[in-house]
C-alpha cells in the first residue's frame, strides 16, 4: 500500500477541491446548500463523496462528459479505492464551484486539455481512500476491533476473523462524525481490481434508451425558442430590418435587437427560422469588411520575417545549419478550423426579478455562472447552472460566448428561453482553430543525419486571452505544445514563438489546438528529411530515439503491427508518425491510403500505438484513438475555414465536409501497458493523424504536402 500523508492529501485536494470540505449539491434552486445540512444522515468526507444510510454512494465530479468517458473514468478511481462496484455508484454534476471542483491542472473549474485522468488520478483516489479509511473505523469501533483486521469490499466491512459484516449505509452516521484521517492508505497497482479493465461506461445505457439529457434537450413550462442571427463580419453591427414582415410569421412572439446580433423569439425552432430569414436584415460591416484569407496570411508570413521568443534552445542551430552537408528549409502552414460539434450550440435561460438559472452543455461551468452573473447583475449566489451532458466539446465548449449571448437575450424576454444556434450560425460563428504559419530549417552531415533543427511558430495565443496567467515571457505554451517536445536526438534545436494577433476572427482550442499544428509540422518534416538522407522513414526516426525509450517503443509497435516493408496492395503507400506533447502521452500511427488518378485519397487501415502511462479503461482509450482519428482525417482532407469579404465562406457540411460512415477506415490501437504516471487522451489521436496522412500521400504520389487541408491538391490538371 502507498501512504498518503495528511499533508500531501489536503494539497492536492486543495488544489482540485478547496480542501476537505463536505459535498455540495444544488439546494433550494437558487443556490448551492451544503449536502451534509440538507440531509444529515449522509456521509459526505469531501468533495467527491456522499454515502447515504441507504448505502447508495454518489461520486460527484467537476469534470463533464462529452463523449470521452469520464463518467466512467471518475467512478472508476473512487470505486477503485472506496471498494465498491461501479453497479454500486451513481454519479452527479458538480455545480459550479472554481474552489472545490477546479481542475489541478488548470487551476479553474474546466474539462479540456486532455487533463481529466491525468489531473485528478490521484485527487478522486484518495477520496476513495478516505472515505473507505473512516467506513472501515466506524466498523471497527462498533465491534471494538482493531481496523486492521477488517476489510473493506463490495460496499460493505467484514471483520475477517469472525466474520461479522456492516453495509456502508449501516456505518455512514458514524462515519461522518469521525475526524479526517490524518494518512490514508493507497492500493498498490498489483492490487487493483477496476483500473485497468475494460469496465462497460455507466453513461451507454441512458444514450441509447434516450433518456440521456443534453442542453439541447432541456424542456420548461412556458418556454419559447430562440434563434439567431450574428453580424456576417466580426465587429459589424445591425443597419436596418424589417421587423413587421417577421412578426407576420406565425408562432413569432418578439424580435430582440441586440445591435451585433438579432434573435427571433417563437412558439418553436421553425418558427424562428422563418422570423430569421423574414428579417431581412442589413448589416454595417465594420473595419473587417474587406479581409480575406489571402491578407490573413500575407500577415503571418510577415510576422514570420522576424526572429521570435526563443522557447528551447540546445547548442547553436544557426551555426551549425550553416556548415552542414546539405540544408533544407520550408514553410508549413495549417489552416482555421471549426468544431461542427454535433449538438449546435444551445443555452436556455431564465432571467427572473431576483435571479437568473442557467440549462446548458459546458466544459466551464463556473464560467457560465460567471458570466450569467455579469450581464444580469446579480451576485454569483442568484445565479444557478444546471450542466448537461455535451454532445461534442472539442474545445468549443470551452467558450462561453454563446451563454453570455442567451443572457443578453433572456433579459428581453419573459419566462425562459432555449436558444438554438443554427448549423450556418455555428459554422460562421465559432471559435476556431488558429491559422498557423511555420518556419523550419534543418542542416545534415554527410551521412543525412540531422546536426541542427529550428522551428519558427507563427500566430495568435489563445492562452493570453482564455488564461492569461498562463501566457508567460511571450510565450504560449499551447501554441508551442509538441514544438518544444521534441524527441528527437538532434545535436542543435531552437524553437521559436511569435505572436501574431489577426483579430478577423474568434480563435480558441480546437482538439489540441497547437499540438494539432505542431505534430504536423515535425513529422511532415522530419519525413523530409528521411527523404533527403534516401532513408525509410520508420528507420530514419527510429535511429533518432536512444534518449526516448516510450517513444521508440511505441513507433516501433505501431511498425510492426501495420506490417510496415511488408508488400501493399497496388496503389496503397504507408506513412508513419510519432507524437509527444505536454500530455505525457507517446502515440505513434502508420496510415494506409491509397490516392486515385483524379487525386482522391481514401484511408484504408490506420494503426496505432499508444503508451498513456497507467490505463483506467482501456476501451475508453481505444474509443478515443478511434474517433481522434475520425476528426484528425476530417481535419486534414477537407477541414479549412476560409475568408472573403471579412465574412467565412463555409456554412454547414456541405463546404464543410466531415469524414462519412462508408469512408471510415480500418482502426486498429495496440495499447503499451505499464504504471507510469496517466497521460492525456482526449486529442493525441487527432493531432497525429494528419501527418501520417501526408507522409502516406507522399509515398504514394510523390508529392510532399506542406499546407493542410489536402483539399484539391493532389488533383490532376
Not at 465498491?84 to 458538480?94: C, I, K, M, P, T
Not at 471497527?140 to 466474520?163: F, I, K, L, M, N
Not at 524553437?495 to 476572427?505: A, F
Request: hydrophobic letters at 45%; aromatic letters at 6%.
Amino acid at each position: 500500500m502507498t501512504t498518503v500523508s495528511r499533508r500531501d492529501f489536503v494539497v492536492v485536494l486543495t488544489s482540485a477541491a478547496g480542501g476537505l470540505l463536505l459535498g455540495y449539491r444544488i439546494g433550494d434552486g437558487w443556490g448551492v446548500t451544503n449536502a451534509a445540512a440538507a440531509t444529515p444522515l449522509e456521509f459526505a468526507p469531501n468533495a467527491f463523496i456522499r454515502i447515504g444510510t441507504d448505502g447508495r454512494v454518489t461520486v460527484i465530479t467537476g469534470q463533464v462528459e462529452m463523449g470521452q468517458g469520464t463518467y466512467t473514468a471518475m467512478p472508476m478511481l473512487v470505486a477503485e479505492e472506496l471498494e465498491v462496484g461501479l453497479d454500486q455508484v451513481r454519479l452527479e454534476h458538480a455545480p459550479p464551484n472554481e474552489k472545490l471542483y477546479g481542475n489541478p491542472i488548470f487551476g479553474i473549474q474546466a474539462t479540456g486539455g486532455s487533463t481529466s485522468v491525468k489531473g485528478l488520478y490521484l485527487p478522486m483516489r484518495r477520496a476513495g481512500a478516505t472515505a473507505r479509511t473512516m467506513l472501515v473505523t466506524a466498523a471497527a469501533q462498533t465491534w471494538e476491533v482493531d481496523p486492521a483486521s477488517c476489510r473493506a469490499h463490495r460496499g460493505a466491512v467484514t471483520h475477517t476473523p469472525t466474520g461479522r459484516t456492516l453495509r456502508y449505509g449501516a456505518l455512514a452516521e458514524k462515519a461522518a462524525r469521525l475526524p479526517v484521517p490524518t494518512e490514508v492508505a493507497l492500493k498498490e497497482p498489483k492490487d487493483f481490481t477496476l483500473i485497468g479493465t475494460p469496465a462497460k461506461r455507466l453513461d451507454t445505457p441512458e444514450k441509447v434508451n434516450g433518456k440521456a439529457q443534453y442542453g439541447i434537450d432541456v424542456r420548461l413550462p412556458g418556454m419559447a425558442i430562440a434563434t439567431v442571427a450574428a453580424s456576417p463580419v466580426l465587429g459589424g453591427k445591425v443597419a436596418g430590418l424589417d421587423e413587421e414582415k417577421a412578426r407576420a410569421i406565425k408562432g413569432v412572439r418578439q424580435i430582440v435587437n441586440l445591435g451585433d446580433v438579432v434573435a427571433v423569439v417563437a412558439d418553436h425552432m421553425w418558427a424562428a427560422k422563418q422570423g430569421i430569414a423574414a428579417l431581412a436584415i442589413r448589416w454595417d460591416d465594420g473595419p473587417n469588411a474587406g479581409v480575406s484569407t489571402a491578407d490573413v496570411v500575407r500577415g503571418l508570413d510577415e510576422a514570420s520575417q522576424q526572429p521570435g521568443v526563443v522557447a528551447r534552445q540546445e547548442g547553436d542551430a544557426a551555426t551549425a545549419i550553416a556548415g552542414a552537408a546539405q540544408k533544407l528549409d520550408a514553410v508549413y502552414q495549417v489552416p482555421f478550423l471549426a468544431h461542427t460539434t454535433m449538438e449546435p450550440m444551445n443555452c436556455t435561460v431564465h432571467v427572473r426579478k431576483n435571479g437568473c438559472e442557467v440549462w446548458t452543455g459546458s466544459q466551464v461551468l463556473a464560467r457560465v455562472q460567471a458570466t450569467a452573473a455579469e450581464v444580469t447583475g446579480f451576485p454569483l449566489e442568484r445565479v444557478v447552472v444546471h450542466n448537461h451532458l455535451l454532445g461534442g466539446g472539442f474545445g468549443r465548449r470551452l467558450e462561453h460566448d454563446y451563454v453570455t449571448q442567451a443572457v443578453r437575450i433572456a433579459k428581453q424576454v419573459e419566462g425562459p428561453v432555449k436558444v438554438v444556434w443554427t448549423r450556418e450560425e455555428d459554422v460562421q460563428h465559432d471559435v476556431y482553430r488558429p491559422y498557423y504559419y511555420d518556419r523550419m530549417a534543418a542542416g545534415l552531415d554527410m551521412q543525412g543525419k540531422p546536426l541542427a533543427w529550428t522551428q519558427r511558430v507563427v500566430g495568435v495565443s489563445i492562452l493570453a486571452r482564455w488564461l492569461p496567467p498562463a501566457f508567460r515571457n511571450g510565450l504560449d505554451g499551447d501554441a508551442l505544445d509538441g514544438a518544444v517536445h521534441l524527441l528527437y536526438d538532434i545535436p542543435a534545436i531552437q524553437v521559436e514563438y511569435v505572436r501574431h494577433e489577426e483579430p478577423v476572427l474568434n480563435t480558441g482550442f480546437w482538439r489540441g489546438v497547437g499540438v494539432t499544428h505542431n505534430t504536423f509540422v515535425i513529422e511532415s518534416f522530419i519525413d523530409e528529411l528521411a527523404h533527403a538522407a534516401k532513408a525509410d522513414p520508420f528507420e530514419y526516426r527510429r535511429a533518432l530515439l536512444d534518449k526516448s525509450p516510450r517513444g521508440r517503443a511505441v513507433l516501433e509497435l505501431a511498425a510492426q503491427r501495420a506490417g510496415w516493408g511488408a508488400k501493399l496492395p497496388a496503389g496503397r503507400a504507408r506513412g508513419i508518425a510519432l507524437m509527444y506533447s505536454g500530455w505525457d502521452t507517446y502515440l505513434a500511427q502508420v496510415a494506409e491510403v491509397a490516392v486515385s488518378p483524379a487525386g482522391e485519397v481514401r484511408v484504408h487501415r490506420i494503426v496505432c500505438a499508444v503508451d498513456c502511462g497507467t490505463v483506467v479503461n482501456p476501451d475508453i482509450v481505444k474509443a478515443q484513438i478511434e474517433g481522434g482519428v475520425v476528426y484528425g482525417i476530417t481535419g486534414a482532407l477537407w477541414g479549412e475555414i476560409t475568408l472573403k469579404n471579412g465574412r467565412v465562406e463555409q456554412s454547414n457540411f456541405n463546404n464543410y465536409r466531415a469524414l462519412r460512415m462508408s469512408e471510415m477506415p480500418a482502426i486498429e490501437v495496440h495499447l503499451v501497458r505499464n504504471f507510469e504516471a496517466p497521460g492525456g487522451m482526449g486529442e493525441p489521436g487527432t493531432a497525429v493523424t494528419a501527418p501520417a496522412l501526408a507522409n502516406a500521400i507522399f509515398a504514394a504520389t510523390g508529392k510532399r504536402l506542406r499546407r493542410l487541408p489536402v483539399g484539391d491538391q493532389l488533383r490532376s490538371a
